[in-house]
């Protein structure tokens, strides 16, 4: 069970990016999961599904999800150390959560939604597009604030020494010599 877990932990932390935070990596995938539902709601309603709403489509992305990963960390257990082709390695993962899409997710979609193997699985691909674009965006808003937060730093730095130069010692105040009767 271990190393399920860890393995399904390898897996998220890639899909959120290697964020440098857990708090990042919290809100890379809350935004990236909503999105998800979002757009499978909205493509499912475009692609004339005809008993779509959000219930659903949260059923059904939350399906999806937890086929694509469960099949992507059984890959990297089972398969992966079976393969001895390492350009192929990599692939299988994505490959494993892709069937399981395609064999599981899909399925439900048109189950539930009521629309046929197609509708089902162009909305989840569009789902599943969109949330890795908004997940992308989300990464690359968070790379911008922490390069800002280091150049801001610099400033700052560089500012307190132009200060340190020019103010060696603190100006003191002329005053009269006082002189004493």
Not at 16 to 21: F, H, I, L, T, V
Not at 48 to 61: E, F, I, K, L, Y
Not at 122 to 148: C, E, M, W, Y
Request: net charge positive.
């Amino acid at each position: 069970m271990t190393s399920w877990t860890s393995e399904l932990g390898a897996i998220i932390q890639q899909l959120a990016g290697n964020p440098d935070s857990a708090i990042e990596k919290g809100v890379i995938l809350f935004v990236g999961v909503v999105a998800c539902v979002i757009v499978q709601f909205l493509a499912a309603r475009m692609l004339s599904m005809t008993m779509v709403n959000v219930g659903r489509a949260t059923g059904v992305m939350i399906v999806c999800i937890d086929a694509a990963l469960a099949a992507a960390t059984a890959a990297r257990l089972y398969l992966v150390p079976l393969v001895e082709s390492n350009a192929l390695r990599p692939f299988l993962p994505p490959a494993a959560a892709l069937v399981a899409v395609l064999a599981i997710a899909a399925p439900v979609a048109c189950l539930t939604e009521h629309g046929n193997y197609m509708q089902g699985v162009a909305s989840i691909l569009l789902a599943v597009a969109a949330a890795l674009f908004v997940g992308f965006l989300v990464k690359a808003g968070f790379g911008a604030a922490s390069q800002g937060n280091r150049e801001m730093d610099k400033t700052r730095e560089h500012k307190r020494q132009i200060e340190k130069l020019f103010h060696t010692t603190p100006p003191t105040p002329l005053t009269a010599p006082r002189i004493v009767v």
